[in-house]
Each structure stands twice: as structure tokens, then as C-alpha cells.
């Protein structure tokens, strides 16, 4: 038989990570055996055993090690530590790792999948405010031993008690830290950082705002629903009625191009979904760190901030539908939108297609006279610049014959259009005067060219 062995801190160490702390607590609450077998490899590796004694010539558990005698293994070789479970609660949703819409009186249970020390842990947690039921950010720290709560253990259970309730509406998180450890004092997990959100009270106005993007926000006038409430808020457009309706829009010069997406779901004080009975606001955020260039940044076609609107998921025709009267921003960078019911809202742009400054250049075109700079080249031509993401440039005769018509969407790098002043068929066209038409959506513009050979 192989003889119990007691380890030293070293070789515990090495042998459990702590990746394998669950195991090992296990392990030392047991009166089952404990061994250390010499690896085919020359390492040691420990043995939790149970049951009868048994004869082996071969690896216990598929693993590599040989043993001649010993006990059946029970262990596998390698051990997960899951840390943070999640949430304990029957009340609310838990999602995207957090717990929204936890009673004022709740006492709010971290689980973890190890038993937690009530004696060995110190003080290693911060519960801090971020957020009052109006959108406001606090970020106030409800340190203990301040008395607005308490901090107790149940087993796997790390549980805050709130003194006396957690204010209505409001969004807390909660650092833990490696300080709390398990009952052989080895950490749980590194210092992690969680939230919960409270529900809201139905007689007030109520602001509330995505955990990871708080610009993005829903604003509820009070009385919109009968009794306390709470919503849920999302920015993920992963979900696959999001990418059906997205894959819907069609990939065309001029369709709108989509830039977000706000997830919005609202529960009564009995967890049931629940439609609000007066009209909410929702905002969106929009990119643009240089307002002077009058583009919405990470765009694919030029588009300014006037041209964005909210759209909501047709879930019945599984496309997106817009929304009339969306309010922007320009400040705060946030496009507004009323709605009578929550549902997924996306942010959608259209291509500008403001032709004011468009023009083209040089004029007149004089490639012959050696003077590039200021009358162009051969090699550069005709250059029609400051366009839209889409649309048709024309060229035509005094006579109104049609020398050249150019697509922008196919033509176009940087807001321009090169012409290399030739017609159709290839040909260089003869001097003269000639007219450009531009039309992009619904807005049209003309100027004159002149050809000097």
C-alpha cells in the first residue's frame, strides 16, 4: 500500500493552483486517504482515494501515472475553479452579469462554487452607488462599517445586507476582492467587480441607462405603470432577430446604414414583461470626436448626425422600422426618440446626399499649357469633388447630347470623382463648353466645364 504522505506547503502549492481549490477543500474535509504517486514523468502528483484496496499495473483515471497498489481514484487531473457563480435570487433577471430589478429590501447573494471563510476573510468589498433613479451618477461608496449594510456568509454564499433598504432605482456595483477567501484561506477569485440595479418606484419620474454605455439611456414619466417595475437594457446586437432584420436592409447606395442598437425590456413587480402606459424616451449615442467635418464617425457612407433616426425591430416582419420625429443632440451626442412600447431600437443612418458644395475643378481645363496646378493635366483630368456616398454625375454638350454619365458609389474615393475627359466610347472629347448635371436621392445640381486643347 502506498503510505499517507504529508505535503509540504511547497508541494501542495504546486500540485493545486488555485485553479483547483473546490477539489482540494474536498479533499482535507474528508477522512478518505490522501497519497502522492510519482508520475512517469518524475512529478508527484496527489491521490484522493476511496473504497477497497486495489491491485494496478496500469494508469489509475487514464492518467500517467502507474500504480502497483493503492485505492480506486476519484480525482480527475485537472481541476476547474469557477470563481464567481452568479446571482442567488428569485427575484429580478440576471443578464450580461448582472442582477436587474432587486427588491429596495433584498439582500443581494454573490454565489461561488467553493465554501467561503467567515473567519478568514477580511474586509475585501465595496459596494458603491453608482447611479440614482434619475440617470445621475453618484459613484458614492457605501463602505462598511458605515451602516448601510452588512456583510454576512452561508456556504457558498457571500450575502450584503442593505441598512435599511437600497434607495429605489438606483444601479449599485460591488468589487469584491482576493481577500475573501475559502475555508483554507486560498483566494476565490481575483478582484472582480459586479452589479445589481433596484427596482424602480411607479410615482416617480425614472432615468435608467446601459451598464457598459450609460449615454445610452431610457427616461420613464411616473405613473407609467401601476406599480414598481424594472427594466432590463442591452447594446449587444448579437442576437439573431437583430441580425435577421440587419441582413434585410438592403446593400445598396442610399439604404440606411446601421450604427447601434438599444435592447429595452420592462417587467412589473412580479417579474411578468409589461408594456409602460405612457410614452417613454429612449437615447442612442452617436460617435463624432470632430463636429467640424459634419460626418457621424465609424460611417461607411458620409453621414451627418441630421440624417440619423431610431428604428424599431418589426418582429412580425422581421425587418426594422423607422420611427418618425427622432430629436438629435448635437451636444451631448445622443439621438431621442418617444415610444409607446420597448422593444429593440437600432440607430440607423442615411447617406448624406447634400450637394451644396459640390463642384468640380479645374475650370477651365487646360492640359496643354504646362501649368498643372492651376489648369490640371492629362494625367489627372477632371475632378469632381465634396460628393455624396451615392449618385450619378452627367456630362453633356451645349446641344444636350450625353458625352459621359459616372456612377459616384462604384467612381468615388475620398468625396470625389475623377473624369479623365473622354465620352463613352473612349474618346477625348473636343474642346468646348460642356454642363454637369450631379443627382444623388432627391437633391440635383448643374455647372459648366470648359475643354481648352
Not at 24 to 48: C, F, H, K, Q
Not at 52 to 74: K, M, R
Not at 162 to 190: E, H, L, M, Q, T
Request: proline share 6%.
Amino acid at each position: 500500500m502506498i503510505r499517507k504522505m504529508i505535503l509540504s506547503a511547497a508541494l501542495a502549492a504546486a500540485v493545486f493552483p488555485g485553479a483547483a481549490h473546490p477539489a482540494w477543500e474536498r479533499m482535507r474535509s474528508s477522512d478518505a486517504p490522501l497519497a502522492v504517486i510519482r508520475a512517469s514523468t518524475g512529478s508527484y502528483e496527489i491521490n484522493y482515494t476511496v473504497g477497497e484496496a486495489c491491485a494496478a499495473n496500469s494508469p489509475s483515471q487514464n492518467g500517467p501515472d502507474s500504480v502497483l497498489s493503492g485505492y480506486l481514484s476519484l480525482i480527475p487531473f485537472n481541476l476547474p475553479n469557477l470563481g464567481f457563480f452568479g446571482f442567488d435570487s428569485t427575484n429580478g433577471v440576471t443578464m450580461e452579469g448582472a442582477l436587474w430589478g432587486a427588491k429596495p429590501d433584498d439582500n443581494i447573494k454573490l454565489l461561488f462554487s467553493t465554501e467561503l471563510s467567515s473567519t478568514l476573510s477580511q474586509p475585501g468589498l465595496v459596494v458603491t452607488q453608482l447611479m440614482d433613479n434619475t440617470g445621475r451618477e453618484l459613484n458614492e461608496s457605501w463602505t462598511a462599517p458605515i451602516a448601510k449594510y452588512s456583510v454576512d456568509y452561508a456556504a457558498e454564499k457571500l450575502i450584503i445586507v442593505p441598512s435599511p433598504s437600497w434607495p429605489k432605482g438606483s444601479v449599485f456595483s460591488v468589487y469584491y476582492s482576493s481577500y475573501i477567501v475559502d475555508i483554507n484561506g486560498y483566494p476565490v477569485s481575483v478582484g472582480t467587480t459586479v452589479y445589481f440595479t433596484v427596482r424602480m418606484d411607479y410615482q416617480a419620474d425614472n432615468t435608467a441607462a446601459v451598464l457598459t454605455e450609460r449615454k445610452a439611456k431610457v427616461t420613464v414619466p411616473a405613473n407609467a405603470y401601476s406599480g414598481d417595475f424594472y427594466l432590463t437594457l442591452s447594446t449587444a446586437a448579437g442576437g439573431a432577430e437583430i441580425k435577421d432584420a440587419n441582413s434585410r436592409l438592403a446593400a445598396l447606395p442610399g439604404s440606411p446604414e446601421f450604427l447601434g442598437v438599444l435592447n429595452v425590456k420592462s417587467y412589473d413587480s412580479a417579474g411578468n414583461p409589461a408594456q409602460p402606459g405612457l410614452a417613454c424616451v429612449i437615447a442612442i449615442p452617436y460617435k463624432d470626436d470632430n463636429p467640424s467635418d459634419g460626418r457621424v464617425d465609424g460611417t461607411i457612407g458620409r453621414i451627418k448626425a441630421s440624417g440619423l433616426s431610431i428604428w424599431y425591430l418589426d418582429e412580425t416582419r422581421k425587418l426594422w422600422a423607422r420611427q418618425a420625429g427622432p430629436s438629435v443632440d448635437s451636444v451631448s451626442k445622443l439621438v431621442g426618440q418617444s415610444v409607446t412600447h420597448f422593444s429593440n431600437f437600432a440607430l440607423l443612418g442615411l447617406p448624406d446626399t447634400d450637394l451644396t458644395t459640390a463642384y468640380a475643378f479645374p475650370v477651365p481645363f487646360r492640359p496643354n499649357v504646362n501649368a498643372p496646378d492651376r489648369y490640371g493635366s492629362w494625367a489627372t483630368g477632371i475632378t469632381f469633388t465634396n460628393l455624396p456616398i451615392y449618385g450619378t454625375i452627367k456630362i453633356y454638350t451645349l446641344s444636350g447630347e450625353l458625352a459621359r454619365s459616372m456612377d459616384i458609389a462604384s467612381s468615388q474615393s475620398n468625396s470625389q470623382v475623377p473624369w479623365n475627359v473622354k465620352n463613352s466610347a473612349g474618346e477625348v472629347v473636343s474642346s468646348g463648353v460642356y454642363v454637369w448635371e450631379i443627382v444623388s436621392g432627391k437633391n440635383r445640381k448643374t455647372g459648366k466645364l470648359i475643354v481648352i486643347k
